[in-house]
């Protein structure tokens, strides 16, 4: 099916969701959700359990917003990002721990996307590109080594061992130069709230 | 190979646990490679958000709640029920007010007038009971006695008499040692009396 015949396709399922009609709605949130927690919600929560939460209650919303939605020629999806936006951004701003991402970063976006209007893998790309952006940016901020020790091991999930002889450092150091690579991103993350 | 030491380290670092190194490993993992959601837990999500709670209920839905509700007050019993306690106990175990148990039997209401018509007879039969027990025990015992009892005819019994021949008998005394004997042949007298009346002497 190509974009044309897809979009033709979407825009029957809203209409039948508009009218009441739950399997069409449900049709719309089964295609579009995977792609909202892949790109949207699990790289601004961080944990595949907030994230999940966040889905549920942008489905939530979703259902009870859902009469209010004008269609756009670029489909449902930039309309159901918005909603999980917001949706992470309260969450955002209860959370009790540093995350990657600051209720401002959330903001921001929300106020892009009232500005332009872009497609599902457009507005996709775009999200992933921006959160792995925010963990170089994060990276930059603590020292050269650290930031090779989170990349190698955590980002990349390469052995200690490589890791370790990438370094130049026993395995045993290895170890010691990540743990504080740790604690050098957390104080980086306390920090940042008013550098982002 | 150069090894990093402590003095290499930045001393204002903060102290982070391995929890919450993990957690951090995460979030960047997280951000930088998302993965994706597993589709059970997508469509189950989803169900769940679909489904409507307001949606008109059935006669059979109408049934349960009822059911439900009297269950969760204390009366009868409901599959749900159990669950619901679980629920309370797990999230709030040090909650005085627990859900109510539900009741093992159905017990018949007694109205308070006839449990205190009951109370009343129970005390009564007990107090018959009793007083019968006891004349039981005591009338064969009155009854030996009235058996045994002396005829006080043929019993010599020591008379009264005038305290003039104690005074006669023992004048030279002080009168307070008179008194004392006058006392002690009463008490002597008295306690004979006692013992023939009874048999025993």
Redesign the interface.
């Known amino acids: 099916m190509d974009d044309s015949a897809e979009l033709t396709a979407e825009r029957a399922l809203v209409e039948r969701a508009q009218a009441g009609d739950r399997e069409a709605l449900g049709a719309l949130l089964r295609k579009h959700g995977p792609r909202l927690y892949r790109s949207v919600l699990l790289p601004r929560l961080g944990s595949p359990a907030t994230a999940e939460e966040a889905l549920s209650r942008t489905y939530v919303k979703v259902l009870e917003r859902f009469d209010q939605f004008t269609w756009q020629a670029v489909g449902v999806y930039p309309w159901l990002r918005v909603v999980a936006l917001r949706v992470a951004l309260d969450l955002l701003r209860s959370r009790k721990r540093e995350l990657l991402f600051e209720p401002e970063h959330i903001e921001r976006e929300l106020d892009q996307a009232e500005r332009e209007a872009r497609e599902a893998e457009a507005l996709e790309r775009h999200d992933l590109d921006y959160a792995r952006e925010r963990v170089r940016e994060l990276l930059l901020r603590i020292n050269p080594r650290y930031a090779d020790a989170i990349r190698m091991r955590v980002l990349e999930e390469r052995s200690r061992e490589e890791a370790a002889l990438s370094l130049g450092v026993s395995v045993a150091t290895f170890d010691v130069v990540l743990h504080r690579a740790m604690a050098a991103l957390r104080k980086a993350l306390s920090e940042g709230a008013s550098e982002v | 190979?150069?090894?990093?030491t402590q003095r290499d380290?930045?001393p204002?670092?903060?102290?982070?646990d391995a929890e919450?190194?993990r957690?951090?490993?995460?979030?960047?993992?997280?951000?930088?490679?998302?993965?994706?959601?597993d589709?059970t837990?997508?469509?189950r999500?989803?169900?769940?958000?679909?489904e409507?709670p307001l949606a008109e209920a059935s006669p059979e839905e109408l049934v349960e709640s009822e059911r439900l509700r009297q269950a969760l007050e204390g009366h009868g019993e409901h599959e749900n029920l159990r669950l619901a306690r679980a629920l309370s106990a797990a999230f709030a175990p040090s909650l005085e007010r627990a859900l109510p148990e539900p009741a093992l039997e159905p017990k018949p209401r007694i109205s308070r007038p006839a449990r205190v018509i009951f109370y009343r007879f129970a005390a009564v039969s007990t107090a018959l009971s009793l007083a019968a027990g006891v004349v039981l025990l005591v009338l064969p015992e009155l009854r030996k006695h009235a058996a045994e009892a002396p005829d006080l005819a043929s019993i010599a019994l020591a008379q009264s008499r005038s305290t003039a021949e104690l005074f006669r008998a023992n004048s030279a005394g002080a009168p307070s040692d008179r008194i004392d004997r006058i006392a002690s042949a009463r008490s002597r007298d008295l306690r004979d009396n006692r013992y023939a009346l009874w048999g025993v002497r």
């Open positions: 190979m150069s090894e990093l380290s930045d204002d670092l903060p102290e982070l919450e190194e957690r951090l490993a995460a979030l960047l993992r997280h951000a930088f490679a998302p993965t994706e959601i589709p837990r997508h469509e999500l989803l169900l769940a958000a679909l409507d």
